[in-house]
Structures are given as C-alpha cells and as structure tokens.
C-alpha cells in the first residue's frame, strides 16, 4: 500500500491521483467518441448493421489481445512506465485514421482503432490498480468510484466531439438512397466523409504526446509490492481459485456488453422512432449526465452501503428500465432506455473493487488483466444485438420478434447481462454479512 490511513486520498498523493484519474477520462472519450461511428461509417460506407458492429470488434477487441501482456509487462516494470506504454499506443491508433482516410478504407480504421486500444488495455490495467493502492483497502471501492468520475467527463467530451464535428458534418447523413447517385457523386461524399471521421481523432493523437510527456516528467509514487512478486503460476491459480473473483470477471463482461449495446444502438433505437442522429446524440448525451450524477450519488452512498447490495439495487432498477425500452413503444421507451445509464454508472468500478478486494497487490496486478480483458464483451455482445436488429434486413424495424420490433426485442440482451449482476451483487452481499456474523 502506498498510504495506510482509511482517508479516500490522502493530501501526500493527491497530485498523482488527480493525474492518474485523468487517464479515465481519456478512454471515456475514446469510447465515447468510437460509439456513434458505428453508424456513421455504416452509413459513410454502406454496410448492415452487423458489419458496421467491426468498429466495436475492433475497439474492444484490442482490450482483449493486451490486457494480459499489458500485465506481464507491469509485473517487471512501474505501474508509470504502463502508463507511459499505454499513452503512446493510445497515439499511435489514433494518429492512424490519417492513412485509413487516404486509402478510404474501413478495416484500415477498424486496425487503428485495435492498435489504439492496446493502448487504453495498459491504461486501465495499470491506473485501475493504481488507484486501489493508493490508501486503505477499506476505502478502496470509494477512491475507485471517485477516480472513475473523470470517466464520464471524458464521455461527455467525446460525445460532443462526435456530434458537433463528425455527425452534425457528414453529406451522407442526409442522403437517403446512396444508390441513386452517380459514382463520382459517391466518391466525393465518401471521401469527405471520411476526412471528417479522422480529423478529431488526428487531433487527439497529438493531445496524447502532450499528455505523455506531462507523465514522463511528473514523479509518481510507486506502490510497495512493485518489483516484489512470487511466480506467475502461483498467481494464476489463487485467481482460478477465488469464486469472488472469476464470478466479477463475468459480471464484467456481462456489465461492459450491456453499456456498450445501450450506448451504440440508441441511434438505432431513435431511428426506429424517426428521430435522426444529431437528435439521438443528445439523447445520448442526457444518458452521459445521467451517468455522471449516478457516479456521483453512488460513491457517496458507498460511503454508509456494502458495495454488493448498492450493485444489486442498481442492477434491479436497471432491469425494471430496460424491460421498458423493450416493452414500451415510441418516445417513452426511448426515455426508459437513456434512464438506464444512471443505475450502470457504479457497476464497473463496484464490480472491479470487489472482484479485487479481497487480492494481494501482485494479485491485483494479475487480476486487473483478466477484468479489462473482460471489456471484450463491448467487442462480442454489440454483434450479437446488431444481428439480430438485422434479423429481417438492414432496417431496425423490419420484422416483429415476440410482438416487438427487432430493435426493442435486441435489448433482451443487456436485460440478461443485468439479471446476472443483480444476482452477483447479491452474492457479494450475503458474503459480506456472513463475514461480520463470523
């Protein structure tokens, strides 16, 4: 531990912490910002919805490839030198949408996005754990609350950016039938288009050396256990062995699946409506605020509530909301659906403390691998619901599953994801209450 007082963040390292934190809400803005581009490049370059799912595939896919090396690496080196790794992947992919737009070429995006995610895998595996040790582990889940409200400022951000800049911009959003043009009037839109695309991201590769070269220079407190570790088998199998914690990686996955489908298809969800992108984006925007007042409300009352039941509430009204969107037609349902996002707000950070909670610090190192890896469920579980909103054709509104429309029917999928969080919280809970009993 680097402090060992019960106070949240103590004054000694409040500087770190502030710097650490604002990591978070970098890769808010990255998810942010990639969310509303499933459908500008399905639109930009013509694809179904399930093709135009790669943007998440490729996103959260790279989570996936380098959470653990991102690990391994830190075991031998600084939480500061993953941080400084994470940054200039996080660069790197996102300087690469220039060459992607001159050769106008969707998996070449699709690749700087993957690259560009390597990055945010060392970010979140390293400031993750970072921020737990930064004090007592009985203030742990609260300092990780607090870190991660920078989370949705840079979601905020990143919505913005994509809306003023790239949505509100783009000529083939206001084109209904591409077919109808001549092939040199599809070039020059295409080409626009995606020029649009690349230029916040460019931009945002040059902030990120800025940032690189702030944490190159800032002198970081370094954490006891670092340098300090027994085998990489030893851990594995205490992992393996933790119920708490394998249960929490699928709780990740399940929870990260369930945010990302709510946030991509809310523009799927409004077009069935009729309400247009830049429309849909504030709604999505709403969703963000609603985000950042649940963090807020949720790190207070983590303060007089056991982490396991504030999860299990907030997994309940989840599912009551969500069963809205599917059910409930029109406007209404759209509400229920933006609703959703303040009672998600505490699930990542409550669920990654607790699944970490009770680990050694190498542990944790470890541990925080197989939880950011469990960020591949924003990769696989947007796919899945894009499939089936393509179930009777690339319209979200084609065909009527269970007396609903394939949008609405596709939330099925974060109501499933919610179930078993609730049922996760839970079992954190009875635990916890056991232990005092004992």
């Not at 004090?135 to 990780?144: D, E, H, N, P």
Request: hydrophobic letters at 55%.
């Amino acid at each position: 531990m680097i402090m060992n007082k019960d106070l949240v963040v103590s004054k000694k390292i409040l500087f770190p912490f502030i710097l650490v934190s604002s990591l978070f809400a970098l890769w808010g803005f990255a998810n942010a910002v990639t969310d509303p581009m499933v459908q500008a490049f399905k639109k930009v370059l013509e694809l179904s919805n399930s093709e135009a799912a790669w943007v998440q595939m490729a996103f959260y896919g790279g989570y996936f490839c380098m959470a653990l090396p991102a690990a391994l690496f830190m075991r031998k080196y600084s939480y500061k030198v993953g941080i400084l790794i994470g940054l200039g992947l996080y660069a790197i992919g996102a300087l690469l949408f220039y060459p992607a737009a001159q050769y106008q070429n969707f998996m070449f995006f699709c690749l700087g996005l993957y690259i560009l995610t390597f990055g945010l895998a060392f970010l979140e595996t390293a400031a993750n754990p970072y921020i737990l040790s930064m004090g007592s582990k009985k203030t742990a889940t609260q300092r990780l609350n607090l870190a991660q409200a920078f989370n949705p400022v840079g979601l905020i951000a990143g919505l913005f950016v994509a809306q003023q800049f790239i949505l509100k911009n783009l000529k083939s959003d206001n084109i209904m039938d591409f077919n109808a043009l001549d092939e040199a009037t599809k070039i020059a839109i295409k080409t626009s288009d995606l020029l649009i695309i690349r230029n916040p991201y460019v931009i945002l590769g040059i902030v990120l050396i800025g940032i690189f070269i702030v944490f190159l220079v800032s002198k970081m407190p370094q954490s006891k256990d670092e340098n300090n570790f027994p085998s990489i088998g030893d851990t594995i199998f205490a992992l393996k062995n933790n119920t708490n914690y394998i249960f929490g990686v699928i709780a990740q996955i399940l929870y990260v699946g369930a945010q990302i489908m709510c946030w991509t298809y809310i523009y799927q969800y409004a077009e069935a409506i009729s309400i247009d992108a830049v429309t849909a984006g504030y709604y999505q925007m709403i969703a963000f605020i609603l985000f950042i007042i649940g963090r807020a409300i949720g790190t207070y009352l983590l303060k007089h509530t056991n982490p396991g039941k504030l999860l299990l509430y907030f997994a309940i009204l989840s599912i009551v909301f969500i069963q809205g969107t599917i059910f409930i037609t029109g406007i209404v349902g759209l509400y229920a659906l933006v609703g959703v996002s303040f009672f998600m707000s505490i699930m990542f950070p409550t669920i990654y403390g607790v699944a970490l909670g009770e680990l050694t610090e190498e542990q944790s190192k470890i541990g925080s691998a197989g939880l950011v890896m469990a960020i591949v469920g924003g990769a696989l579980m947007p796919k899945l619901q894009g499939l089936i909103i393509d179930a009777g054709g690339n319209g979200v509104d084609d065909i009527k599953i269970l007396g609903v429309s394939e949008v609405n029917f596709s939330f099925t999928l974060p109501l499933i994801c919610f179930l078993f969080i609730a049922w996760y919280g839970l079992k954190v809970f009875k635990n916890a209450l056991q232990k005092n009993n004992v």
